[in-house]
């Protein structure tokens, strides 16, 4: 297959490969699937890469010329396809439940190659996001329905492995925030969803709405754009009109259900009526609302942003059970958020009653506070269940005493979710 080399400058941020991007002395950079990204690109030029090598039949895709007749050429063959619609038709059917359809790995070993897998779609997730707010005021159809896709992609990742899927949502450094908090907000939703049964049309909804819902902070200015950003009154009363911005960028958009807009204008609603736009309390939200706000509110304790050390996902859980108590938040709903991801929550490291330190990597069953663990010293790598043993999980520990810190339990009573984020 004849092949062109091409400057990195002259390819199109959001557009996905069909065929492998490669080089003649690397290899092969992105597989075919992946997302061209401003952080795929910038580690090219970290690693001195210049140009790269790309299948001739598919060089118009992914230069800014190509693009350009290629969405011409679909605006005016596919006015009436959807394929973002079809996308999340077919897969969430409803015809057999996604909840039961995930696959049981309790004990198994995580999988290198899935976990690159689940890096690029996530990556992808994250890239769409960051190339659909920059040209929010023109969003091009093709790109809304990519957007609106996403959510059955990060799906396909909690039905083939929910585990390892909840261990790659680290942070891109070189993407924002928002759009990091965004793609994982999508996920976590839905994998609350499917832990309490939901069906297949409310996990799409969920998915859609935790991606969405802060799109039209790319309206405002920048300083809009961090979670944790301190406001003066002004700036906070711009700052709160966002889900109506989100609503308007929408309006033509089909695609997206009423239920869809109905959640996105209540995510920042609190239960006792202190959030925003509408100062809703939760016997007027929707209640999928409350998923969205156990886990907004969990992603904006661990993620922080710039300016505030994030707490330990330990001590993020042990403030949401505090806050449960008050009636902030649902019961079954937080019950089912730390099922899936264990009141240790995967990914955590962990001190052990016999002073062995290890990292959680699995759920096991409902016994949230007995994972699956790896014992740092274990050179094999290989999950090991602490129910049925003498071991358990003494506290966790701080990874980095720059960026992280634990929250002293005396405190927690008087504690408020504005004193936090």
């Known amino acids: 297959m004849e092949r062109y080399d091409v400057s990195i400058d002259h390819l199109r941020l959001g557009t996905i490969s069909d065929a492998d991007i490669t080089h003649s002395v690397h290899g092969t950079l992105l597989p075919s699937g992946g997302l061209l990204t401003r952080a795929f690109l910038q580690r090219l030029r970290a690693r001195g890469i210049s140009q790269v090598s790309v299948d001739a039949t598919h060089l118009g895709c992914l230069t800014d010329e190509g693009v350009r007749l290629l969405k011409q050429r679909r605006d005016g063959t596919q006015k009436n396809r959807d394929p973002g619609h079809d996308s999340l038709a077919s897969f969430f059917s409803d015809d057999s439940p996604l909840f039961a359809r995930r696959t049981n790995r309790a004990g198994e070993a995580y999988s290198e190659e899935r976990a690159q897998r689940f890096r690029q779609s996530l990556e992808n997730a994250i890239g769409i996001f960051e190339v659909l707010g920059a040209e929010v005021q023109e969003v091009p159809s093709s790109m809304m329905a990519e957007m609106c896709g996403l959510p059955a992609r990060l799906a396909e990742m909690l039905l083939e492995d929910a585990d390892q899927s909840l261990s790659v949502l680290e942070c891109d450094a ?18 609350t969803g499917m832990e309490l049964g939901l069906s297949d049309s409310e996990l799409a909804s969920l998915g859609q709405a935790g991606l969405l819902h802060d799109l039209g902070l790319f309206l405002l200015p920048p300083k809009f754009r961090n979670p944790t950003t301190a406001y003066n009154a002004s700036d906070l009363g711009i700052y709160q009109s966002h889900p109506y911005l989100t609503l308007r960028l929408l309006e033509g958009v089909h695609r997206i259900s009423e239920l869809v807009r109905v959640l996105i204008l209540q995510v920042h609603e609190n239960a006792d009526g202190s959030g925003f736009p509408r100062n809703f309390k939760s016997h007027r939200l929707h209640p999928l609302t409350r998923i969205l706000q156990v886990v907004e509110v969990y992603l904006s304790l661990v993620n922080p942003g710039q300016g505030r050390p994030a707490l330990l996902p330990h001590d993020a859980l042990t403030f949401l059970l505090f806050q449960c108590q008050k009636g902030n938040f649902s019961p079954q709903v ?6 899936q991801i264990t009141l240790f929550p995967i ?10 330190q290890a990292t959680v990597v699995r759920r096991n069953a409902d016994q949230y506070d007995q994972p699956f663990v790896i014992f740092n010293n274990d050179a094999r790598g290989q999950p090991q269940a602490l129910a049925g ?5 003494v506290s966790p520990l701080v990874r980095d005493q720059h960026s992280q810190m634990r929250l002293e339990k005396e ?7 504005d004193s936090l984020i």
């Open 174 to 191: 070189t993407a924002t925030p928002l759009s990091n908090r965004c793609s994982q907000m999508s996920l976590l939703a839905m994998s």
């Open 334 to 339: 937080l019950r089912a958020f730390i099922n």
């Open 347 to 356: 990914g955590s490291h962990v001190l052990l009653n016999d002073g062995q």
């Open 389 to 393: 043993t003498e071991l358990r999980i």
């Open 411 to 417: 405190i927690l009573a008087s504690l408020t979710l």
